[in-house]
């Protein structure tokens, strides 16, 4: 099966042909295909107006995700608004101090206090409308600081409960695509896509 990636990130679109592997053909967004706005209150909304919009402009199969962390002591923020929470740039080095500088704020100072999620929702759209969507959770806590030169977005501020201390950003790819949200939420979509 041919899919359009909509994703425009590199960090993204690598962690999601190596979890995929030879299973798809993976295409690169078109440059011709502009951002999609992501104006949706939900994960599931955003990425399926990505697919949509993937779809429209290439008449083949897309793939679209939208990723939230949700921090329990923030009220699930930054939630759906965590790729542009500190800015409209969507810039994520000010992300991380902005969450940084809130969890000090709230006096969330435990690992227990820092408890949080990663969610992603991956939505298959084809060109006949039907959809395939699958959801991964990946469970942990924010660090203290940021620890960890791989990855990207929040990956060195996040300790995933299903490994041994380390943020995403200090794990080898294999390793953290294992226990990821991405992941997860990909392998369900293949097994969906299998069914």
């Known amino acids: 099966m041919r899919i359009v990636l909509a994703t425009a990130n590199p960090g993204k679109a ?5 979890i995929l592997g030879d299973a798809v053909e993976l295409v690169a967004r078109p440059e011709s295909v502009p951002d999609v706005v992501e104006d949706a209150d939900t994960l599931e909304g955003n990425a399926r107006l990505k697919a949509s919009a993937l779809v429209d402009a290439t008449g083949e199969a897309a793939l679209a995700d939208d990723t939230g962390l949700e921090v329990d002591a923030l009220g699930g923020a930054p939630g759906v608004h965590s790729a542009r929470y500190a800015d409209a740039d969507g810039d994520a080095a000010s992300n991380r101090r902005k969450l940084l500088s809130e969890l000090d ?25 039907s ?38 950003a200090e794990m080898p790819a294999d390793e953290k695509n294992a226990v990821s949200h991405r992941g997860r939420a990909l392998r369900r979509l293949a097994e969906m896509l299998e069914d």
């Open 14 to 18: 690598t962690e999601i042909a190596a």
């Open 131 to 168: 959809e395939v969507v699958a959801e991964g959770v990946a469970e942990g806590h924010i660090a203290d600081e940021m620890r960890g030169d791989a990855g990207f977005g929040y990956d060195n501020l996040f300790v995933p409960t299903d490994g041994d201390g380390r943020t995403f």
């Open 105 to 129: 704020r709230v006096g969330a100072t435990s690992t227990a206090a820092r408890a949080a999620r990663f969610r992603t929702v991956m939505i298959l759209r084809r060109p006949d409308g």
